[in-house]
Structure formats: C-alpha cells, structure tokens
C-alpha cells in the first residue's frame, strides 16, 4: 500500500504548503482522506490520477479538509468524464456542506445531472463503516466544525493507518493508532498550545502511549515548519507535499 502526501499545510498556506489530503492506493483501489481547496493541484503536481479514485473519506466539514470536493466534482464531470461511481464518506451533514458550499463557489453546479453515480455515506462514531474489504472506524476528536469531528482509522487485509483529523489531543487518539502501521497526526504548533489543535511539545509527551510503528506529522503552522529541527524521535517523520510512504 502506498500513501502519499497530496497536501501537508494547514488552512492558511504556511511554508506554501497545499491543503491537507492524503492519497491511498494498493493493487485493489486508490482513494483519499481529506480533500482540501487544493487537492487538485496537488494530484497533479504528484503525478497522481483523479480519475482512478474510487472514494473520497472526510475527516471533518472544514473548508481545508472537504471543500476540494467542489472542484473535484466539476473537473470529473468536465475535464475526466468520469463514468465510474464515486463514494464520499464524511461526518453527518456531508452531502448538505458539499451542496452549499458548490452552490455558493458555481451557482447552479448542483442541478445539472451527473455522468456518474455519486453517493454520499456517513462515517459515525457508533459502528465501523465497511466498503468492500476495507473498514473506516471513526473516534470523536476535539475540534468544532458545526458537525462531529472525527479521527478515522483505516483496516485492510494486513494493513492499516490512522489519522487524528484536526484536534487538540484526545485520549481517543491511542486506540484509534493501536498497532497500526502508520498513525498521522495533526501538529499545528510548536510550543505554544493552541485552541483545538496539537503542539509538538503536547505530542511529544504522548508518544510512548502511541503504538504506532511509524507516526507522520502533518497540518503543521508556521511556528511548528521552523522547529521541525526538534522533531528527533526517529518513529516520527515530518511530512511534505509529494511525500510517499509504503507499508
Ligand atoms: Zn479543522
Ligand atoms: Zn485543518
């Protein structure tokens, strides 16, 4: 399976880095976690083709996390021609954030009729969501987004990851990252402690009870991207856009 960086930055373009968005593929599916404004630019600059997507997970309805959904669609529809389905899996209320936030950037974009079948679930904190062979498990974080905010984990045959989403630290985050071969975690901040996102100095302090062989900080501001020097755990890697990772 390999995982690459589509966009490492946090919502305001520190270190000129793309919004957050992860792409996944192995020999069965490709699909991506997050989908930032930038998402496309991002595919592009890594070489990486939207039309073999096959699903889109959201971690939570902020705009640098799931507004690239609204390009996206245009550019399937337009540009790829796209045929085959598209599955969108976010918190609840995904498909109405999806929906105004299209209305509002292209009038009218909604109404127009498809090529492609284009579903929307919900993940939920509740009970695993299946799609064919993979299981997307959802654990609830600290961070407002006018829905729930979760972290997720993925579980393939002999393989898996997670992710904290956007978030302050939360216990939840060590049984979302147990055993898992990757955890990727959100580090806005360096030392100073910010209001619902994590600081290196906070994380740091957690990582023993993090059982996760490899762990990838992503989401970073501008204070964490000029101290990413302090960063000397060699479990932990520091992320940049483009970046790829097999496990
Ligand atoms: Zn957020
Ligand atoms: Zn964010």
């Known amino acids: 399976m390999k995982l690459t960086v589509v966009g490492s930055g946090d919502a305001f373009g520190s270190g000129g880095r793309l919004q957050t968005c992860f792409h996944v593929a ?52 337009h540009v790829v021609k796209r045929e085959k389905p598209l599955l969108v899996v976010g918190p609840r209320g995904i498909e109405a954030r999806y929906r105004t936030a299209a209305e509002a950037l292209f009038p009218g974009s909604t109404e127009k009729s498809l090529r492609f079948d284009l579903k929307f679930e919900e993940h939920s904190t509740d009970r695993p969501y299946e799609w064919q062979d993979l299981v997307c498990s959802a654990v609830e974080v600290s961070h407002p987004s006018g829905a729930p905010a979760h972290g997720l984990r993925f579980d393939l045959p002999g393989r898996s990851f997670s992710f904290s989403g956007d978030t302050e630290w939360v216990d939840g985050l060590i049984g979302l990252a147990d055993g898992v071969d990757l955890h990727i975690n959100e580090c806005f901040a360096f030392d100073t402690i910010p209001n619902f996102h994590t600081a290196w100095s906070v994380l740091k302090e957690k990582l ?40």
């Open 26 to 77: 192995n020999s069965e599916r490709s699909f991506l976690v997050d989908c930032g404004a930038t998402a496309l630019i991002g595919m592009e600059r890594a070489g990486l083709d939207p039309a073999g997507v096959d699903a889109i997970f959201i971690s939570h309805l902020h705009g640098d996390h799931f507004s690239g959904l609204v390009w996206w669609m245009l550019h399937a529809q």
């Open 208 to 247: 023993p009870r993090l059982n996760a062989k490899r762990i990838l900080l992503t989401h970073m501001g501008r204070d964490m991207l000029a101290n990413t020097d302090a960063v000397d755990d060699p479990r932990v890697l520091v992320s940049e856009d483009g970046m790829g990772l097999e496990f």
